[in-house]
Nanobody
Framework: QVQLVESGGGLVQAGDSLRLSCAAS????????IGWFRQAPGKERDFVAG????????NYADAVKGRFTISRDNAKNTVYVQMNSLKPEDTAVYYC???????????????WGQGTQVTVSS
C-alpha cells in the first residue's frame, strides 16, 4: 500500500510559479506511475501530468504543456510538479495519485492524496 501527501499549494498571482510535492510512504514507490490531477469547483477531476516509475517517461495535459514540469526522486519517495506561468484557470485542488500502469484515467489510480489548494488570482 502507498500513502500520498501533497504539499506546496497556495495563493499566487497570475504569472507566478509554484512547486507541488507529493511525498509517498512505502518501499515500492518506484513501481508506480504517479499522476497529478486537479479539480476545480463544479468540474470533474482532470489529469494534469504523469511520470513513470523510473522517471523516464512523462506526459502532460495540453492545457499545461510547456508550463508544468513533473519529476520524481525515488530516493526521497517524492514526485514534484513545477508550475510556471500560472493562470487563473489553473485554480483547483491538486491531487497526486499512484497507478500500476501509465494512464490518464482517474479511475485507474489506486491511491490518492488528500489534495492541496492552488489559487491563482488575476
Amino acid at each position: 500500500q502507498v500513502q500520498l501527501v501533497e504539499s506546496g499549494g497556495g495563493l499566487v498571482q497570475a504569472g507566478d510559479s509554484l512547486r507541488l510535492s507529493c511525498a509517498a510512504s512505502g518501499r515500492t514507490f518506484s513501481r508506480y506511475f504517479i499522476g497529478w490531477f486537479r479539480q476545480a469547483p463544479g468540474k470533474e477531476r482532470d489529469f494534469v501530468a504523469g511520470i513513470s516509475g523510473s522517471g523516464g517517461r512523462t506526459n502532460y495535459a495540453d492545457a499545461v504543456k510547456g508550463r508544468f514540469t513533473i519529476s520524481r526522486d525515488n530516493a526521497k519517495n517524492t514526485v514534484y510538479v513545477q508550475m510556471n506561468s500560472l493562470k487563473p484557470e489553473d485554480t483547483a485542488v491538486y491531487y497526486c495519485a499512484a497507478a500500476l500502469f501509465e494512464n490518464t484515467y482517474s479511475k485507474s489510480y489506486l491511491y490518492w492524496g488528500q489534495g492541496t489548494q492552488v489559487t491563482v488570482s488575476s
